[in-house]
């Protein structure tokens, strides 16, 4: 009902405006019009006709909004309102010694558009601050919440936002984290991060496009799976040229943890005191680890560097060297852990058959 009611608004508006714009026309352009009055109601039905396009965008435009505010939750849009109130006052305090000035009459125009220019740029500052600190302003708004008290007490500690970089999003391995619900906090996307994705899923080189389109992919999956936490963030630093000092500005900026697998990028951010996140230390600390003596079941897929070894691999990908085991290559066995290794490049575990072991 009330998608028609809006459609129907605009189709009688301007079929209005459509049919007392006859009167508009010069005297005499009317007075060689020998019927006015089929001139008036061709041009409310056309005016009308443009009405219902701008009732069918409108309504549109109403539906989705409606939808995107249902999804937001409510400390969003409390916080968002208050950036927004706080951004015009802010605004109104600093233009108006401008109204007092004497300006001339012909830049006497210059008023109102500073004063809109200036509302608009302060609004959109202070909707930007309340999606960054948002949390803040509800403890401001209500300091007798219990988080406020734990804070106070110091019994809990602020969850730092998140922020993601282009090779974690690639990585995909995120996507599960999140699922885990190990990961606490707002998860922030930078807006230049969002442009080296597209960048690169429009490069004319195949690898590059694949890269970036998975990347488009797996954000547009964990934003549908977790909107109250995925924040784009519209931060920008056009003076910063690349995306990796942008993302430790941005750390710094608002106090944030960088997530991230890029083995660089962690030094660098550490070196500025930037908290990190490597998701490939949390792969390579959550591996498990086999002492002699433990078993684990192996298949042999290939022969080793000695000729009685057999060389197979574990589902992290760890590399397993079983001692008589070139007869067993092709098969899949029960092994002996009998000592592990960390080098350079990674774990090597060492294994025997039951039955070598025995012996």
Same mark, same amino acid.
């Given at each position: 009902?009330?998608?028609?009611?809006?459609?129907?608004?605009?189709?009688?508006?301007?079929?209005?405006?459509?049919?007392?714009?006859?009167?508009?026309?010069?005297?005499?352009?009317?007075?060689?019009?020998?019927?006015?009055?089929?001139?008036?109601?061709?041009?409310?039905?056309?005016?009308?006709?443009?009405?219902?396009?701008?009732?069918?965008?409108?309504?549109?435009?109403?539906?989705?909004?409606?939808?995107?505010?249902?999804?937001?939750?409510?400390?969003?849009?409390?916080?968002?309102?208050?950036?927004?109130?706080?951004?015009?006052?802010?605004?109104?305090?600093?233009?108006?010694?401008?109204?007092?000035?004497?300006?001339?009459?012909?830049?006497?125009?210059?008023?109102?558009?500073?004063?809109?220019?200036?509302?608009?740029?302060?609004?959109?500052?202070?909707?930007?601050?309340?999606?960054?600190?948002?949390?803040?302003?509800?403890?401001?708004?209500?300091?007798?919440?219990?988080?406020?008290?734990?804070?106070?007490?110091?019994?809990?500690?602020?969850?730092?936002?998140?922020?993601?970089?282009?090779?974690?999003?690639?990585?995909?391995?995120?996507?599960?984290?999140?699922?885990?619900?190990?990961?606490?906090?707002?998860?922030?996307?930078?807006?230049?991060?969002?442009?080296?994705?597209?960048?690169?899923?429009?490069?004319?080189?195949?690898?590059?496009? #694949?890269?970036?389109?998975?990347?488009?992919?797996?954000? *547009? &999956?964990?934003?549908? /799976?977790? =909107?109250?936490? %995925?924040?784009?963030?519209?931060?920008?630093?056009?003076?910063?040229?690349?995306?990796?000092?942008?993302?430790?500005?941005?750390?710094?900026?608002?106090?944030?943890?960088?997530?991230?697998?890029?083995?660089?990028?962690?030094?660098?951010?550490?070196?500025?005191?930037?908290?990190?996140?490597?998701?490939?230390?949390?792969?390579?600390?959550?591996?498990?680890?086999?002492?002699?003596?433990?078993?684990?079941?192996?298949?042999?897929?290939?022969?080793?560097?000695?000729?009685?070894?057999?060389?197979?691999?574990?589902?992290?990908?760890?590399?397993?060297?079983?001692?008589?085991?070139?007869?067993?290559?092709?098969?899949?066995?029960?092994? #002996?852990?009998?000592?592990?290794?960390?080098?350079?490049? *990674? &774990?090597?575990?060492? /294994?025997? =058959?039951?039955? %070598?072991?025995?012996?």
């Amino acid at each position: 009902m009330l998608d028609a009611i809006i459609i129907l608004l605009f189709i009688f508006a301007l079929a209005g405006v459509g049919f007392d714009s006859v009167d508009l026309l010069p005297e005499p352009v009317r007075l060689q019009i020998s019927n006015v009055e089929a001139l008036r109601w061709l041009a409310a039905g056309f005016t009308s006709i443009i009405g219902l396009a701008i009732g069918l965008v409108a309504q549109t435009t109403y539906r989705r909004l409606e939808k995107r505010i249902r999804e937001t939750p409510i400390e969003t849009i409390l916080t968002r309102a208050v950036g927004l109130v706080i951004g015009l006052l802010i605004a109104n305090l600093m233009l108006a010694p401008i109204f007092l000035l004497p300006i001339p009459g012909e830049f006497s125009f210059l008023k109102p558009t500073l004063a809109i220019f200036g509302s608009v740029i302060f609004a959109f500052l202070g909707i930007s601050l309340a999606d960054t600190h948002g949390r803040t302003f509800l403890r401001l708004i209500n300091p007798n919440s219990l988080e406020t008290m734990l804070l106070a007490e110091g019994t809990l500690t602020p969850v730092a936002p998140k922020i993601l970089d282009t090779s974690c999003i690639i990585d995909g391995r995120i996507e599960q984290l999140l699922g885990t619900g190990f990961i606490e906090g707002q998860i922030l996307v930078p807006q230049f991060v969002l442009a080296e994705l597209q960048q690169l899923a429009d490069a004319s080189n195949d690898q590059k496009r #694949v890269r970036g389109r998975r990347g488009l992919d797996i954000l *547009g &999956r964990i934003q549908e /799976a977790f =909107p109250e936490r %995925i924040v784009i963030h519209s931060a920008d630093y056009d003076d910063i040229p690349t995306v990796d000092a942008k993302l430790v500005h941005l750390g710094q900026e608002i106090n944030g943890t960088l997530l991230t697998n890029d083995y660089n990028l962690s030094k660098v951010a550490n070196l500025q005191k930037v908290a990190i996140l490597n998701v490939n230390d949390l792969a390579q600390a959550i591996r498990p680890i086999y002492l002699p003596g433990d078993t684990l079941d192996l298949k042999i897929l290939k022969q080793g560097k000695e000729p009685a070894q057999g060389i197979g691999y574990l589902e992290d990908g760890t590399m397993v060297v079983v001692e008589e085991g070139r007869e067993y290559v092709g098969t899949e066995l029960r092994v #002996v852990v009998t000592s592990a290794l960390q080098t350079a490049a *990674g &774990r090597m575990i060492f /294994a025997k =058959p039951p039955s %070598i072991l025995a012996s």
